[in-house]
């Protein structure tokens, strides 16, 4: 058995061999984190905690009114934490485009075991921010915002699944061509501002609530609010938005990949093994 046939069984289809391999991809960027310095992985957390803390004085300088009944920082939370995560899961998947291309070209571990693990990391990264801050809050300011933990964790999954199915829309247009992955800078700064990170969808007129909705990322950090802050019911939150999202762009990254077969057998190698997933 060689070419082809060979790089698609060193891949390995058990589900076994495929956690063996998403647990040494993880330990691996974990390991690359460090860059030989126990602090560096804490460099990880650097830009969400700047974010969190430039929004938390930014509040308090214009003396902002929070829209729930909440502290501070509670609220800001609740928004910065679940896009960070949405962000952050996006640039892993392209990032290890190129990151892990040589092992994608040899064929001997599935795209999909690389995207799983990047994004199990980021999505713990994610999940290790928002528990040391909302203790931080607690520790010092006494304040605790978590009414019901499992309607939080989803939303905040439905964040972190969002990104990993925008993350590999990219990755698959990329197989096109290269200015899909550089263009995602287009999409997320906007999403900064239309995501309800600085408001809620029950303070906003009808019409702009209308327009918004179509932005799936803002369902699920008002899901996660929900979960959140005991009292606070969304009036636009609901899971079919997110979902739909994550299963259109899931399936234009899909096709655009397969897409790329029969340019790939003219010579891509790289796309090619790419193409197998």
Known sequence: MTGPEAMRAGTGRSPGRFARHVQTIIAREVR???????????????????WVAIVYFVFLFFGSRVPIDTDILSFILSGIIPYATFRYVINAFIRARMAFKQIIALGTTRPA??????GVVETYNGLFVSAGLLAFNYLF?????????????FGFAMAAGLGA???YMMVGLGTHSEAFPRSQGIVLRPMFY???????????????REILSWNPL??????????MFAGYVS???????????IAAMTSIGWVAKHGGLGRAAEGDDSAASEALM
Not at 141 to 152: I, K, N, P, R, S
Not at 195 to 203: P, Q, R
Not at 218 to 227: P, V
């Open 194 to 208: 239309i995501s309800g990170i600085f408001y809620i969808a029950n303070e906003l007129p009808l019409r702009v």
């Open 165 to 167: 199915a925008f993350g």
């Open 235 to 245: 009036v636009m939150a609901t899971p079919l938005v997110p979902f739909a999202w």
């Open 141 to 153: 300011f006494g304040y605790f915002e978590m009414h019901d933990v499992l309607t939080a964790l």
């Open 32 to 50: 690359s984190r460090y860059t030989g310095d126990r602090l560096g992985y804490l460099w990880t957390y650097a830009t969400p905690l700047a």
């Open 113 to 118: 075991a690389i995207y799983t693990a990047v």
């Open 218 to 227: 803002f369902h699920a950090i008002e899901t996660l609010r929900e979960g």
